[in-house]
């Protein structure tokens, strides 16, 4: 997944002089995960520039560089630390084309590593994409393949209105199951590290079928996609499996449509319980297909606590807890 975020920061750069990159450590050392490796000596210094460990300044000057014509690709280096750039994004970003009445625009794309399985504690393993969701005027976008963060993230950079690309770092290196304490398997082994070379876009608010199934649906996006479909496979369990992509634009048309055909919904995130995005997907799914669920709509997701370190595959929703939810689901 690094090599095919690199790619589409490349060929969106060829294809348009007006998109830079910015962040820390993302020029000549080339990022933290080294997802802008080789961007500044192949563009220069103007293009692709390293910032001061500032993330308020970073959002701040994308914002400037949106309005005047440019496509900003700020990094922050962590999804955690982005917190001092909100007021920026919610009150600049976010509301700069309706309060200048689409005069200004912010075609900004702030992308950010995000959610837990590396061991990164409290401050490097946190899932804040509800936060944004809440935001009218930002969307919301996480990549759960290679192809689909080069198509997403083309199509996020190209968008006139400002994204938040959120990665999801444990599987920039391969697909996860869950058990933590099993050899990593690498996306070479897999169909979805299949990259095109060159440009090619997916359409921001079309969610991906993983798998076909009639006994339940379950929602999921990022890391918890390859989570879900390895319980399943593991169950015998035959669900209906949609990675979101976006969470804003959703796809509440192909969620309507898998639900009202298995009559159960399972959703599935790393983020805290209350107030996670989960809780807008069984708000929607109740509100939209009640007469048609044989079941309440059952969440699985990360507990109100900050993300221990000590304990990360407790709180991380894994294998067991996943199971379990599908057992309850498809006893009712």
Sequence with gaps: MIEAINEALDVSMQRDDDVVVMGEDVGYFGGVFRCTAGLQEKYGKTR????PINECGIIAVAVGMGAYGLRPVPEIQFADYIYPGLDQLISEAARLRYRSAAEYIAPMTVRSP????IFGGQTHSQSPEAIFTHVSGLKTVIPATPYDAKGLLISCI??????????PKRIYNGPFSGYYDKPVQPWKKFDASVVPEGYYKIPLGKARQVTEGEQLTILAYGTMVHVVEAVCKEKGVEADILDLRTLVPLDIEAIEASVER??????VHEATRTSGFGAELSALVTERCFYHLEAPVERVTGFDTPYPHSLEWAYFPGPVRIGEAIDKILKD
């Design 48 to 51: 692709v520039f390293d910032t």
């Design 114 to 117: 995000f959610g837990g399985g």
């Design 158 to 167: 190209e968008d006139n209105d400002p994204v938040i690309f959120f990665e």
């Design 262 to 267: 298995t009559g159960r919904c399972l959703i």
